[in-house]
């Protein structure tokens, strides 16, 4: 991965000057589904036309509609280490920052990991900050072991997606055999300069080796990895370029680009140093980028977690975001000790309960889902974008979030939250247009509500 800066500057440039009916076409192209190629994406940053705005608005609105339906996949980060040897200086795990640090203890993981699926999760983000020496991939690979080996009355966690610093391929490797879902890793900023200024010392502070990590992860066999930016250290518009130009090269090399984007604002942090966000979006720049990305790539899943607040999440997911974090503990240890003060990744704006946010997404007519069927299917990678491109991937995801809705209500949630889950399915299930598909998801949900669990298609 080689990224060309002054491509993206000659894109931008050449947006600035792109004929309207050149960035017209290119929004025809974004509203059949087709995606779009980088140039046409700077078009899209650039445009001041008032009727070109609306219509991405609209034509992300439309996508989000038609590919991902009411569906909202929920997960939560467990963080379980914030010994880190960089120093980075947005985070509030940067090396120099003073507070006690602390790796949890496998006892400590359960506890953490009881919590989280007590509140209804099936789905983790492992986060970790990096130190070789006190939280090696060892440990990680004994946190995995720990949380699948985790069975309780309501179920397991199903899906343990790992976010940790840039490795090996024989690291990866070790990741793909014990199970992990999707490696995620946000190379923060594509801007070289920036980069360099931002992350003082430490490993990280190598860009190329950092922004080579997907490659060396793809090459270990892991199919699905998730990208992402800190919105706020550069240009929007750059990063999106970035972004999108990553996204260009896996697809182009390994045949399946990410398979979720992240799309961080930078938030402040005891120890950060927030005076280097200097671009921090607008709430309307974030938004229009977000559709963006949308309208750029259709079919692949975007996350917006806790440092938005409720408000601006409930507007992202009507632009394209299809899942999304509750009840977020950013802190290691931050589960079992709420009332813990130490030093968070970042400050959570959202501090809304899972059960909270699930009652709210079904009050706004959406289905809060959580799926972790296609992992388990093997439906990842490559496959898995065949699937969603060809318009099947509607045939196993509305009746997954159907049942997993339905495990959740009758596991998890109170009188409120089952009367409401069960109104959602019935008025739902004809929307499954394969009738042996309705029938069996019909069943399923029955066996459910009979002490049944973790069925899929």
Known sequence: MNLDH????????????????????????????????????????????????????????????????????????????????????????RCDNVFDRRRLSMDEIREEVRILEGMGHKRLALEAGEDPKKCPIDYILEVIDTIYGMHFENGEIRRVNVNIASTTVENYRRLKDAGIGTYILFQETYHRETY??????????????????????????????????????????????????????????????????????????DGADITVARHIPT????????????????????????????????????????????????????????????????????????????????????????CTACYRQGRTGDRFMQLAKSGNIKNVCLPNALMTLCEYAQDYGDEETLAKASEIILRKLPDIQNEKIRKRVEESIERIRGGKRDLYL
């Open 6 to 93: 002054d491509r993206i500057l000659s894109m931008l440039e050449a947006g600035k000057r792109a004929p309207l009916e050149e960035t017209d076409a290119a929004l025809c192209k974004a509203e059949r589904f087709e995606g779009l190629a980088p140039e046409e994406i700077a078009m899209l940053l650039q445009t001041e036309d008032e009727g070109h705005i609306k219509r991405i608005f609209d034509i992300a609105g439309r996508i989000k509609e038609h590919i991902y339906g009411d569906r909202i996949v929920m997960f939560a980060p467990l963080y379980v280490s914030d010994h880190c040897v960089n120093k980075c200086a947005y985070c509030g795990y």
């Open 196 to 269: 360099k200024e931002v992350h003082m010392a430490g490993p990280k502070s190598n860009y190329d080796y950092h922004i080579t990590a997907f490659d060396r992860a793809m090459e270990a066999g892991i199919d699905d990895v998730g990208g992402g930016v800190l919105f706020g250290l550069y240009d929007y518009k750059y990063e999106v370029l970035g972004l999108m130009l990553h996204n260009e090269h896996l697809e182009k090399k390994f045949g399946a680009g990410f398979h979720t984007i992240s799309v961080p604002r930078i938030r402040p942090a």
């Open 283 to 370: 709430d309307e720049q974030f938004q229009r980028l977000v559709a963006i990305i949308r309208l750029a790539v259709p079919f692949t899943g975007m996350i917006v977690s806790t440092r938005e607040t409720a408000d601006m999440r409930a507007k992202l997911i009507r632009l394209g975001v299809s899942q999304i974090s509750g009840g977020s503990a950013v802190e290691v240890g931050g589960y079992a000790e709420r009332e813990r003060h130490g030093s968070g990744q970042f400050e959570v704006s959202d501090n809304r309960a899972p059960e909270d946010i699930v009652k709210w997404l079904m009050s706004e007519d959406l289905i809060p889902s959580f």
